[in-house]
C-alpha cells in the first residue's frame, strides 16, 4: 500500500457498492458459507470409505451438533495452560536465537547502507521495515508448522489428551504461545530498527561566519561543511536564526551564540524534515482531449506498462481537472515570508512525465495550474510551474490575481470566490505547455497537504500491519499441520504466503468478470472468451443480442463468484504491507488499521473452527 492505493472508509469498504465491489463484509459471508459446505462435504466423503454412508451421516452430523457446546465450554484456565506449554516449547527450540541473527546483520548493514546516498530515508526504512518482516515471518512458519506433527510423532500429545482438554483450547493455547514468541521478537526488531534509523541520520554540518556574504533583506547566505556526502546552503536571518535548505531529504536549523572572542558563532543542529508521515485531502480527477473538451476518467495512454498514470499533451487545451470537496479554513497554513505571516493552501504535486524528445533534461518540463470555482465560472490566472519528478510542495496565496480583467475585482479568495458554498468545491486544472511532451497524472498524485502528523505513530501503525501478518501466517500454520505432516505443511504455508503477495491481482480478475465493462474490463470470464477463441471476434467486437449469449455470460458470472470467494479464503498479504506509505512518508490512515484488525478477526474466527474440526476428527490414537 502506498501513494498509488485510494482508501476506503470503513463502512464503505465493509458494505456492498452496486456495480464496484462486493464488499468485505458480504465476501466473508459468501466465503464462510463455501467453506462450510466443503467442509461437511469433506467429512462425509471420508467418513463414508471409514464407516459407511449410513454412519458417515450420523458421524458428521453428530461432530456438528457437538462441536457448539464444546467451542462455548472453552476454559480461559486450560488455554492459559497450553499457551505456557507452547511459550515454553518455543523458548527450547532457540526461537530468540533469531533476534540475535538479526542483531548481526543489523551491525553490518550499518557498513553498507550508504547515508550519502540521494534518497538516504527511503534506502534506511526499506531496510527496517522489509528484513525484520521476513525473519520474523519464517520463524513464526517453522514454529507453527511442526509443532503438532512433532508432537504426535513423539507421542507427547497423548498425554495432554488424558487430561481434560478440548481439541479448541489445544488449538487456541498453540497460537496464543505462538503469537506470543513472534511479538516479543517483533518488538525488539522494531525497537532496535528504530534506534537504528535514528542514529544512521545523526549528523551535523559546521558554517564558516567568514563565508557568509550578504544577501537580501539583511540576511546572510553561503554554504555548510560537507557531512555524510553532501552540503546545505544556508539563510541566517536577521533575528540571528537561520535554516538550510532540504537537501538528502532533511534540513537543518541554524542558531547564532557569541564565541568567546565576541564574534558570532553558528550552531547547526540536527537533522529535520527527515522523517514525515503527512495527511493527504484526495480529490478526484477527470481529463480534458487535446480540443479541451469531451471530459473522461482517463487520459492519454502514451504505451506505459504501469497504467497507474494517464497523460495530458502538452501544448494544447488537453487539462487533468481535479475537484477537492470540503475546502474549509483549517487547511490554510501559516508560511513567513520575511517578516511577513501567510495563510496559504498547500498543495503536493507527484507529477509524471513522458518526453517524445529529449529536450533540455536538467530543465525539466513546464506547465501551468490555475483554481476555478465549478458553480460560478470565476478563475485565477495561471501560475507557472515545472514538473520535478518528485514531491513538489506548492503554496497557494489565499489571494489569487483574477483571470478576467474585472476593475471592480481584480483579486479573488480562495476560499470566498473560487469554492463553492455548498459542499466547499474546489477545481484545480493543470495543463502542460510544451509541445510533444506529457504531464502524467493519477488521482492520488495531486492532493492538498492537511497535516504531518508525528512519524513514531505511523512507524508503529506499519508495525501493527506485520503483526496481523504474524497472526496469521501462525493460525494458517497451526490448520495446516492438524492434517499435514510437518514438511507438506511448511510447503502450504510458504504457497499460502506466496499467493498473499498477489492475491490483489487475482481478485481483480474474478472482481472484472463480475463487474465487466464498469471496471474498464472487456472480453468476459473463461467461457465468453471460448466463444470468442472459436468465433474469430475480439475483446471490442459485440457478441450479439442472443439466448445463447446471456448463458455463456450467466455461466462466466457464477464462476466469477465462486473464484472471488474462493481466493478470499486466503488473505491478501498486500493489505497488510504499509511499507510503501512510511517509505513515501504518507501517513497511513486509522481505516486502513481498522480494515486489517477486521480482516484479522474474521480470518481468525473460521480458521479456529476449522483447526478445531481437523483435530476432532483426527484418529490421534490410531
Not at 458494505?15 to 459468501?30: A, V
Not at 517578516?339 to 530543465?363: Q, W
Amino acid at each position: 500500500m502506498g501513494i498509488e492505493d485510494t482508501i476506503q472508509p470503513l463502512s464503505e469498504w465493509l458494505l456492498p457498492i452496486p456495480g464496484q465491489q462486493l464488499g468485505g463484509l458480504l465476501t466473508f459471508l459468501i466465503a464462510l458459507v463455501i467453506l462450510i459446505v466443503c467442509g461437511l462435504v469433506f467429512g462425509f466423503i471420508v467418513s463414508v470409505f471409514r464407516n459407511g454412508p449410513f454412519e458417515a451421516f450420523y458421524a458428521v452430523f453428530g461432530t456438528a451438533v457437538k462441536s457448539v457446546p464444546e467451542l462455548l465450554s472453552i476454559s480461559p484456565r486450560r488455554v492459559w495452560a497450553m499457551t505456557w506449554l507452547a511459550f515454553q516449547e518455543a523458548i527450547r527450540k532457540k526461537a530468540l536465537l533469531v533476534f540475535a541473527l538479526f542483531m548481526v546483520v543489523l551491525l553490518f548493514a550499518g557498513w553498507y547502507i550508504n547515508p550519502s546516498a540521494e534518497q538516504p530515508v527511503r534506502l534506511y526504512l526499506t531496510f527496517v521495515l522489509t528484513f525484520p518482516k521476513w525473519l520474523v515471518l519464517l520463524l513464526v512458519i517453522a514454529l507453527s508448522v511442526f509443532s503438532l506433527p512433532d508432537d504426535i510423532k513423539r507421542r507427547t500429545i497423548y498425554t495432554i489428551y488424558t487430561k481434560p482438554v478440548l481439541p479448541s483450547e489445544l488449538f487456541l493455547g498453540r497460537l496464543f504461545g505462538f503469537v506470543g514468541v513472534g511479538t516479543i521478537v517483533l518488538f525488539a526488531m522494531a525497537l532496535v530498527s528504530y534506534i537504528f534509523l535514528l542514529q544512521g541520520f545523526n549528523h551535523t554540518h559546521y558554517i564558516n561566519a567568514d563565508e557568509l556574504v550578504a544577501g537580501e533583506n539583511g540576511t546572510l547566505i553561503g554554504e555548510t561543511t560537507e557531512a555524510a556526502g553532501h552540503k546545505h546552503a544556508v539563510t541566517i536571518y536577521p533575528d540571528g536564526n537561520g535554516e538550510t535548505d532540504r537537501t538528502h531529504e532533511h534540513r537543518h536549523a541554524i542558531s547564532t551564540n557569541e564565541g568567546a572572542s565576541g564574534d558570532e558563532k553558528y550552531t547547526v543542529h540536527g537533522p529535520t524534515d527527515m522523517f514525515q508521515a503527512r495527511v493527504r485531502h484526495i480529490g478526484t480527477v477527470r481529463f480534458l482531449d487535446r480540443s479541451g473538451k469531451n471530459a473522461a476518467p482517463r487520459g492519454i495512454n502514451v504505451g506505459k506498462e504501469w497504467e497507474y498514470f494517464s497523460y495530458i499533451e502538452g501544448g494544447s487545451f488537453g487539462a487533468a481537472i481535479f475537484t477537492f470537496e470540503d475546502i474549509n479554513e483549517g487547511m490554510l497554513t501559516e508560511v513567513t515570508e520575511g517578516d511577513e505571516t501567510k495563510h496559504m493552501l498547500p498543495v503536493e504535486f507527484n507529477l509524471s512525465v513522458f518526453r517524445t524528445y529529449k529536450g533540455i533534461i536538467t530543465e525539466g518540463i513546464r506547465g501551468n495550474y490555475y483554481f476555478k470555482n465549478p458553480e460560478t465560472g470565476a478563475r485565477s490566472i495561471a501560475i507557472p510551474f515545472t514538473a520535478k519528478e518528485v514531491s513538489d510542495l506548492h503554496y497557494i496565496p489565499r489571494t489569487l490575481s483574477n483571470f478576467k480583467a474585472d476593475s471592480e475585482k481584480p483579486e479573488l479568495d480562495l476560499l470566498e470566490d473560487l469554492t463553492t458554498e455548498d459542499g466547499g468545491r474546489l477545481e484545480l486544472w493543470i495543463q502542460c505547455v510544451e509541445p510533444g511532451q506529457y504531464f502524467g497524472v493519477a488521482q492520488n498524485t495531486v492532493y492538498i497537504l492537511e497535516a504531518n502528523r508525528n512519524f513514531t505513530m505511523n512507524y508503529v501503525k506499519c508495525y501493527l500491519g506485520i503483526w496481523f501478518q504474524v497472526i496469521l501466517v501462525i493460525t494458517f500454520g497451526l490448520v495446516f499441520s492438524t492434517f499435514l505432516n510437518g514438511p507438506v505443511a511448511l510447503l502450504a504455508s510458504f504457497l499460502a504466503l506466496g499467493y498473499g503477495s498477489i492475491a490483489g491481482e487475482v481478485k481483480g480478475l474474478a472482481r472484472n468478470v463480475i463487474f465487466g465493462e464498469k471496471t474498464g474490463w472487456y472480453g468476459g470470464g473463461p467461457a465468453e472468451a471460448m466463444v470468442r477463441l472459436f468465433t474469430q471476434k475480439n475483446i471490442m467486437t459485440e457478441l450479439g443480442d442472443y439466448f445463447w449469449v446471456d448463458v455463456v455470460k450467466g455461466i462466466d458470472m457464477v464462476f466469477a463468484f465462486m473464484i472471488y470467494a474462493f481466493v478470499n479464503m486466503l488473505p491478501d498479504y498486500g493489505m497488510f504491507d504499509t511499507q510503501g506509505f512510511v517509505v513515501d512518508g504518507y501517513n497511513i490512515p486509522i481505516a486502513v488499521v481498522a480494515e486489517q484488525l477486521v480482516t484479522v478477526l474474521g480470518f481468525l474466527i473460521a480458521l479456529v473452527a476449522v483447526g478445531y474440526f481437523f483435530l476432532k476428527s483426527k484418529e490421534i490414537a490410531a
